[in-house]
């Protein structure tokens, strides 16, 4: 696999295994030719971003790499989006044209591709354009939702390495997130992503009340999981006894909703009793369906 030298040998060896690790996660989805097409967008982002860093210093291409990870893995949509993933800043930040991304992969991939780049000029001016406006807008220029859904897995990366970044973009970044792409999630449902970027806002913007509970909630972490798993244990039983299907996920509640709680009821983190919430997915037939 050949690299720019523009990356040293050890930042080669990482690129190649993170670029592994998107294969790993896509290849449930993939057909027939789609290895090639992925490797080809691969190449193409790394050659377009190879003079590129980020603020932390490391290779920009770690970016579209990430982004198409989450795609892949986080939210299983399949080749053309982990495609449009990998070169979702190149129309934008380099060379590279429209025109070639058609040439290369194809209209529908050229479209997903433009409307990302009107999205990322959109945030820009998102200060003078309220939350409902901004979402509406976003959901006219995503004719394939896809555009959007690839939007919200580049901010979720985002948000995941803010660290590096100056406390004053922090904020912005954070407020901005917590302000039009939490509630776009939310519309969308990926509630998942949305309990994220509302936990990491929260971490740049009340870090305080923020490190306070995540304190409390790991301090109780084994408790915990040992009252979800006695919880979950009979709604695991029942329904196959039933001779239903049913997978049953617990988890913890975000740190986000916690705090929200606390506000709302204004209480103390101890005087909040449903900290964790359970998740059932019944695969049955309509008639049993009740049951």
């Known amino acids: 696999m050949a690299m720019p030298d523009t990356y040293t040998e050890l930042e080669q060896r990482d690129i190649i295994t993170k670029y592994r690790q998107l294969m790993r996660v896509s290849k449930p989805r993939m057909k027939k030719n789609d290895v090639k097409k992925v490797r080809k967008a691969f190449d193409i982002a790394v050659e377009m971003h190879k003079d590129m860093r980020r603020k932390s210093g490391e290779p920009y291409i770690h970016h579209p790499i990430e982004v198409a990870k989450i795609v892949a893995g986080e939210v299983n ?47 820009a001016a998102s200060q003078s354009v309220q939350a409902e406006n901004f979402r509406k807008i976003i959901f006219t220029l995503g004719d394939d939702i896809r555009v959007i859904i690839i939007k919200l897995a580049d901010r979720l990366h985002n948000m995941r390495t803010l660290s590096s970044m100056p406390e004053r973009k922090q904020h912005k970044i954070a407020s901005e997130t917590l302000f039009l792409y939490a509630p776009l999630a939310h519309r969308l449902g990926l509630y998942a992503i949305k309990s994220e970027l509302e936990d990491l806002s929260m971490k740049y913007l009340e870090r305080e009340k923020y490190t306070a509970i995540a304190k409390k909630l790991n301090e109780k972490k084994q408790q915990r999981t040992r009252f979800i798993n006695e919880f979950c244990k009979p709604l695991r039983e029942d329904p196959e006894k039933a001779g239903l299907k049913a997978r049953v996920f617990g988890r913890p509640k975000s740190i986000a909703s916690i705090a929200n709680k606390m506000k709302k009821k204004d209480v103390d983190f101890d005087e909040v009793y449903d900290k964790f919430a359970i998740r059932v997915i019944l695969d049955s037939p309509l008639d049993t369906e009740k049951e």
């Open 77 to 123: 949509l399949g080749t053309n989006s982990i495609v449009c993933a990998l070169l979702h800043d190149t129309v934008e930040d380099t060379e590279l044209t429209l025109e070639d991304v058609k040439e290369e992969f194809g209209s529908q991939i050229a479209m997903i591709i433009d409307g990302l780049t009107k999205i990322s000029h959109l945030t």
